[in-house]
């Protein structure tokens, strides 16, 4: 099986730079993804890795390290709209994603 | 990015009647659908993978009569809540890949369906 491990909550002032970790125990999988949540809303994608090493887009940085099952996401100059849940999750080898427990963002002024 | 819809957005029913879900996928084909609920400041849980043209895979806790998906084409899964009670109350998001298998390919999620069981 697969056991994600994120922190709960995360609180940080716009303009800031915030790191949220993720960290997994699993025998294999195909990427990892990070993907963005507002309430009542669905998940929209934001960075994936398949590779060790750092992913950048935009304000956005996805970090996977395999031998330490450890990623995060980066967020640079934080706005007020970051305020969010935000999931990582491992793709399987069979197309299935499992989600993490999620962290949720508060961007204060 | 690829669009996934669902329909219903909202559906408010009675206890002991059943509510079915649609998720279309718009501009793509979706050999695999995925069928996910959520409940409030919880993560997403995977109920069931949508094959099209076969069964659906359950996960395990997942009543699969209750549950009742139907992939009948490449563009369309469908999920009834059957005898509906209101801990089903929930939000129900499905998703989808493309038919390219490829291990960058994200997922693509539609809106999500509110149910509310009274």
């Known amino acids: 099986g697969q056991n994600i491990d994120q922190p709960t909550e995360m609180t940080a002032t716009e303009g800031a730079i915030v790191q949220i970790n993720c960290t997994y125990q699993t025998s294999g999988f195909n990427g990892l993804f990070w993907y963005q949540q507002h309430a009542g809303e669905a998940p929209t994608f934001l960075s994936y890795?398949?590779?060790?090493g750092l992913e950048e887009k935009g304000r956005f940085s996805s970090f996977l390290s395999r031998s330490k099952g450890y990623s995060y996401l980066l967020l640079k100059e934080l706005q007020m709209k970051d305020s969010a849940s935000y999931l990582c999750?491992?793709?399987?080898?069979?197309?299935?994603?499992?989600f993490g427990p999620g962290t949720r963002l508060s961007v204060l002024p | 990015g690829a669009v996934v819809s669902q329909h219903p957005s909202w559906v408010i029913c009675k206890s002991g009647t059943s509510v079915k879900i649609e998720c279309r996928s718009l501009d793509f084909q979706a050999t695999t659908m995925f069928w996910y609920r959520q409940f409030p400041k919880q993560s997403l849980m995977l109920m069931a993978t949508s094959n099209e043209g076969s069964k659906a895979t359950y996960e395990q806790g997942v009543e699969k009569d209750k549950f009742l998906i139907n992939h009948a084409s490449l563009t369309l899964s469908t999920l009834t809540v059957t005898s509906a009670h209101p801990e089903d109350s929930s939000f129900y998001i499905c998703?989808?890949?493309?038919?390219?298998?490829?291990?960058?390919?994200?997922?693509?999620f539609g809106p999500g369906t509110r149910l509310l069981v009274l």
């Open positions: 890795n398949v590779l060790d």
């Open positions: 999750a491992l793709k399987g080898y069979g197309q299935n994603f499992v």
């Open positions: 998703s989808a890949n493309e038919a390219a298998r490829d291990a960058r390919e994200t997922q693509y």
